[in-house]
């Protein structure tokens, strides 16, 4: 089965930064497209950025600057960096792929606080 | 670039056939037939349940189904069902190489 997990979330002060990792399992990572997606408390969904296979990155605008995305393909695993976090980044994130089913996992919860 | 445009809400009762609608622009769903919608239920991770505009994942059931006109995408949920009641959201791709969500609808089983 295709299956995804998050984590590395957590507690961080206003202009922090963190390292979210997504590992991936039950399909070819190699190749495959990986994106993350945020959905703050009570709101809805929110498309952070995206690593194709080819390791080509996009990011939303909203994040632009402030986000890497990066990948291990040896290891089967995405990341996300996070820097100069701000109390509206607060939200739970997630990591998705392309591949069908297109499984998400729980996501893992990032709060900016002080 | 502003979400996709979902309804706040909608209801129905069970049996009946529902339709969600997802408005955007000539720059996201009127340009790609890149379309996917989710459904997340409380405190659950989102699922997919069509891509691509109109193809369903397995083991989706075929009571959920989507299409497209110009810039507006739906959804449609016929034989509607208690445990359908949950937030609905689509996406699309867009001409600038990024993703946008419609900001999500809540349906209500009568």
């Known amino acids: 089965d295709v299956q995804l997990a998050e984590s590395g979330g957590g507690l961080v002060q206003p202009g922090g930064s963190l390292k979210l990792s997504c590992a991936a399992s039950?399909?070819?990572?190699?190749?495959?497209?990986m994106n993350w997606v945020r959905q703050a408390p009570g709101k809805g969904l929110e498309w952070v950025g995206r690593i194709t296979g080819t390791y080509a990155t996009e990011y939303a605008v909203s994040m632009k600057g402030r986000v890497t995305i990066s990948r291990d393909d040896s290891r089967s695993m995405a990341y996300l960096e996070l820097n100069s976090l701000k109390t509206e980044d607060t939200a739970l994130y997630y990591c998705?792929?392309?591949?069908?089913?297109?499984?998400w996992g729980q996501g893992t919860l990032v709060t900016v606080s002080s | 670039q502003s979400a996709l445009t979902q309804p706040a809400s909608v209801s129905g009762s069970p049996g009946q056939s529902i339709t969600f609608s997802c408005t955007g622009t000539s720059s996201d769903i009127g340009a790609y037939n890149y379309v996917s919608w989710f459904q997340q239920h409380p405190g659950k991770a989102p699922k997919l349940l069509i891509y691509d505009v109109n193809n369903r994942p397995s083991p989706i059931s075929n009571r959920f189904s989507g299409s497209k006109s110009g810039n507006t995408a739906s959804l449609t949920i016929s034989g509607l069902q208690a445990e359908d009641e949950a937030d609905y959201y689509c996406?699309?791709?867009?001409?600038?190489?990024?993703?946008?969500f419609g900001g999500g609808t809540k349906l209500t089983v009568l």
């Open positions: 039950g399909f070819t990572f190699s190749g495959s497209n």
């Open positions: 996406s699309s791709y867009t001409t600038s190489r990024t993703v946008i």
């Open positions: 998705t792929t392309d591949i069908l089913p297109r499984p």
